[in-house]
């Protein structure tokens, strides 16, 4: 089989980016554009100024790819694109472009889940091997599917309301933590001490989770000790926070590991960036002897690359999109 070069597009927040991958393995070339210092003065992404951004980035990005790749669009055999869950705005400035060399190029469009791109984000890693258990934490997922083949996707759970990464955001809005907070958070956990008492959320036998009772309990413990006159301890209560929501996604996780009897698990999303999630991961993969593969950090947050790889399985399976493909701001992982 002679080797398939996917070129990937992703937009679907606050980085424009595109990337050519070979074989769903192997990273050709990546550009990103980040927009996070820009957003930083408003302490989160404001759609229109992202998608905006996503207008001036998209041809100077896919430009600089290709020339760091040393190829033309001659040489890729498909385009992959994210066409959602996301920002609709910035969704469709990607799509488009996807479209339009599409047509332009007579090349395969094949539509990919941005979900399904951080799952496959594993790949460029090591060989995903059959059944898995995939764990997938990001800014608006947090989600357990189990996949017994390729391209196949069986949501076990996931959250009822907040995501974890939107929880830590959130929380790290609280202590007043420039955005993005969530990483900041994470390395004042390692400093705090776990001083408050905050309750785990979602303690059933079910697979799914719940944040929005964890997020107000840290508001009102904020609010309790300001009323009283006291001053918050930031680092520990950074602790105390990290500590609950990583039990409770490893409580959850740990029994779908038994349950189902896995031997494979792999961690997705922005969130497995997060260094105390994939500690506790570690350990809980090595007590139960199970295999885990977690992404390099480039790999975690939202990046071209891991479209391209989950686009070049796609396209084994048989997914195709014609012109009329549209963006989804939400959408199910099928």
């Known amino acids: 089989m002679k080797d398939m070069y996917i070129l990937g597009i992703e937009s679907s927040c606050d980085e424009t980016s595109v990337s050519i991958v070979k074989n769903g393995t192997e990273e050709v070339a990546t550009v990103i554009s980040s927009q996070i210092d820009i957003h930083k003065d408003y302490g989160g992404v404001v759609p229109e100024i992202a998608s905006r951004h996503h207008v001036k980035n998209i041809t100077i990005v896919l430009e600089e790819c290709l020339n760091q790749a040393n190829m033309s669009m001659n040489d890729i055999d498909a385009i992959a694109i994210t066409y959602g869950p996301g920002l609709i705005g910035s969704l469709l400035i990607g799509l488009e472009a996807a479209k339009t060399l599409s047509f332009i ?148 996780v740990k029994k779908a590991i038994v349950d189902k009897n896995i031997k494979n698990v792999i961690v997705a999303g922005g969130v497995a960036a997060n260094n105390g999630l994939r500690q506790a991961m570690k350990e809980l993969t090595e007590e139960l002897h199970v295999e885990l593969s977690i992404p390099p950090m480039k790999y975690c947050t939202d990046n071209a690359t891991m479209i391209a790889a989950a686009g070049y399985y796609a396209y084994l399976d048989g997914r195709r999109a014609d012109l009329t493909l549209n963006s989804k701001s939400q959408d199910k992982l099928i």
């Open 105 to 252: 190029y007579n090349k395969p469009l094949i539509p990919v889940h941005h979900i399904a791109g951080h799952i496959y984000a594993n790949s460029l890693v090591k060989e995903l091997n059959f059944p898995l258990l995939a764990l997938v934490v990001s800014g608006g997922h947090t989600e357990i599917i189990e996949m017994t083949k390729h391209y196949q996707f069986n949501k076990l759970g996931g959250t009822l309301d907040d995501a974890i990464g939107e929880c830590y955001d959130k929380v790290a809005r609280v202590i007043n933590l420039e955005y993005p907070g969530g990483p900041k958070l994470d390395k004042m956990a390692v400093i705090g001490n776990k001083t408050y008492k905050l309750p785990i959320p979602l303690k059933d036998e079910s697979y799914n989770f719940s944040f929005s009772g964890l997020k107000s309990a840290v508001i009102n413990l904020a609010h309790n000790e300001e009323q009283r006159g006291k001053e918050l301890n930031k680092e520990d209560l950074a602790a105390s926070f990290q500590s609950v929501a990583i039990e409770s996604i490893i409580a959850k």
